[in-house]
């Protein structure tokens, strides 16, 4: 944990930098620019993003719910249908069902389903582990700073049993890969095996990382002689957009009405049991407040009361929390889908070398960590017909998924103009065109001249596509925590600028159709975001455990501990007293596996800001 000297160091580090940051506004345009986006909303994500290529063809679900009546109560209302809204409703509603009780879920999309960063992010499952394994251990202590980095890794495993547990594992290509980092630059390159060795010593590992020099790296893996050397271990690779909409689509059928379960033992009471789901995309929430012990969410096609209201937009979480502001920015990266080369056939590499699907890269070529490339390959297409995998969606091609030209094309000047920025209709012209030929700086064999060159700052249309060798450009929004760690649980009054709602009056009821579900936590609203450009191997389990806190399952908010291990203030997450932990269930402790650090309190929401992702640059 952070000492009492520490902390007052990074005081004065943050002021320092907040002073240099306010001269700098007076002879730089673009710093007076980033500041002002920063201090402001990010607004509702745009009615007209570029196309992802993981969002062809567009699901059945694509546009659910855009049209008819809105509910006018639920029990828990969602804003957003990305990985994180969808672990959340999948959590609540299986537990619910599975428990014999009764909840109505709702889920609130501003555009198409899954059309937000889930949609658009490279497809990989690979978290970052050793290269900042020492800056955890110094911030965090060893047993927090282990915990984080097991709470990465099980994001692997806990994807795969999702994806088989749904009938996902054909259609979202949710596979193990060969995960490696390349290294084309000396100095760095001698700092990530030191930096392995360090956690290798202290991470218990299934196999030891597999390190290659120079040219065992160019041989094994086809990469140019620029290389330095590479890194590789185990990790894994999937279809996101396929992934989360194939869960929705499970989700309306088995809740889109009146479900009693057949298996469980009938309730208490002669009520029946309610469980239901809804999704309305192309319906953005405009505003929230409270009123009678109740929220109200208010949208274009009218207004919904709810008890409970889960913020999971990421990018654009401070536009509804303003004092997300300055904690959670977004960013605009930028995606590329690219041929396989032609001299890769169907059944090259079988080895698991490059041009496999069973391969990944994050590629650094300089000499920082916040200058990388990452690469995932999707799957090969079929041999025969009948060999052809279960799914509903065309083949895949093997195309190559390429991301990353964030500080590559011309450095940090691209830095300042896409942080803030959360307009996905467009993207960065430097960065497009950087990544339309960045494959030949690391493999031999893609000519430069033949990729394209990505001219504007705009919507990619037929004339460009056709005429280049990459098949799709589009961009998304990124949600960077200030401090590096994502932000899960309960929204505190000061950060919402909601006062939370007073216990409703004690009332009569007048019958209702159906029963509202009074078992959950007290109302409130819950926040899961932040995870800065690394969402596969956060959001799912955030997005989990912040169901588990809904559901008044959070042992942690029910004991008194010290703020700076990460708990809740008095009041805040406290559960009802006839819940807590199921002992079937080990995933509801959730002080076992989820880390402390990731909750929001008062106290660290008032101890960061913009000068923590500053210093996280100099």
């Not at 590329?336 to 698991?352: K, V």
């Not at 896409?418 to 339309?436: Q, V």
Request: hydrophobic share 35%; proline share 9%; aromatic share 8%.
């Amino acid at each position: 944990m952070t000492s009492p000297t520490e902390a007052l160091l990074r005081r004065l580090r943050n002021a320092l930098i907040s002073t240099f940051l306010r001269l700098l506004t007076l002879f730089s345009s673009r710093i007076w620019s980033l500041l002002r986006r920063l201090r402001s909303s990010p607004g509702l994500p745009v009615p007209n993003p570029t196309e992802s290529y993981w969002q062809t063809p567009r699901a059945p679900i694509a546009s659910h719910g855009e049209q008819g009546e809105l509910s006018e109560y639920a029990d828990v209302v969602i804003i957003g249908s990305g990985i994180t809204g969808t672990a959340v409703a999948r959590t609540l509603l299986d537990w619910e069902r599975d428990h014999g009780r009764s909840t109505r879920v709702l889920m609130l999309e501003a555009r198409e389903a899954c059309s937000g960063a889930t949609g658009r992010n490279g497809g990989h499952i690979t978290p970052i582990l050793y290269a900042q394994y020492p800056s955890l251990l110094r911030s965090y202590g060893s047993a927090l700073a282990k915990q984080i980095i097991r709470f990465r890794l099980s994001h692997l495993p806990t994807l795969l049993s999702v994806a088989s547990a749904e009938g996902l594992l054909a259609s979202s290509q949710a596979r193990q890969v060969d995960a490696w980092d390349v290294f084309l630059n000396e100095q760095l390159w001698r700092d990530a095996t030191q930096m392995l060795a360090v956690y290798e010593r202290e991470i218990d590992q299934d196999e030891p990382w597999k390190i290659l020099h120079g040219l065992d790296a160019t041989t094994h893996l086809g990469l140019t002689d620029t290389t330095k050397g590479c890194l590789g271990t185990k990790a894994g690779a999937i279809h996101p957009y396929r992934f989360v909409t194939g869960i929705l689509q499970r989700l309306l059928r088995e809740y889109s009405s009146l479900c009693v379960s057949l298996f469980l033992p009938p309730p208490p009471t002669n009520t029946l049991l309610f469980c239901r789901f809804t999704l309305h995309t192309h319906t953005p929430c405009t505003s929230i407040s409270t009123h009678q012990g109740l929220y109200t969410v208010s949208t274009p096609r009218g207004r919904i009361t709810t008890r409970h209201v889960v913020h999971a937009t990421n990018g654009w979480v401070s536009h509804l929390l303003p004092g997300m502001r300055g904690r959670i920015v977004p960013a605009r990266g930028i995606m590329t889908a690219q041929p396989r080369p032609p001299e890769a056939s169907a059944d090259a590499n079988t080895d698991g070398t490059t041009w496999n699907p069973h391969c990944a890269f994050v590629f650094f070529p300089g000499d920082t960590w916040n200058e990388d490339d990452y690469l995932t390959q999707q799957a090969l297409p079929p041999q025969s017909s009948s060999s052809s995998p279960s799914s509903s969606y065309p083949p895949p091609q093997g195309e190559l998924m390429l991301g990353g030209g964030f500080s590559s094309a011309h450095g940090y000047t691209n830095v300042l103009e896409e942080i803030g920025n959360a307009n996905d209709a467009g993207w960065n012209a430097d960065t497009g065109a950087y990544l339309s030929t960045a494959l030949g700086r690391y493999f031999p064999g893609f000519d430069a001249q033949t990729q394209a060159e990505t001219k504007e700052d705009t919507v990619p249309n037929e004339k460009q596509a056709s005429a280049s060798a990459v098949k799709s450009l589009w961009s998304g929004i990124l949600g960077i925590s200030v401090d590096g760690q994502p932000w899960v649980g309960r929204v505190p009054p000061q950060v919402s600028g909601r006062p939370s709602p007073p216990p409703p009056p004690i009332l009569t009821p007048a019958p209702e159709p159906e029963p509202r579900a009074s078992h959950l936590a007290p109302p409130g609203e819950w926040l899961s975001a932040g995870y800065s450009g690394e969402g596969m191997v956060h959001a799912w389990l955030s997005g989990k455990a912040l169901a588990y806190m809904v559901l008044g399952l959070d042992v942690a908010a029910l004991s008194s501990s010290s703020p700076s291990a990460g708990s809740e203030p008095a009041g805040m997450g406290v559960a009802h007293t006839d819940t807590g932990t199921d002992p079937s269930d080990p995933d509801t402790d959730l002080a076992k596996w989820f880390p402390s650090i990731y909750r929001i309190t008062p106290s660290r929401w008032a101890s960061t800001g913009i000068e923590d992702l500053v210093a996280a640059f100099i």
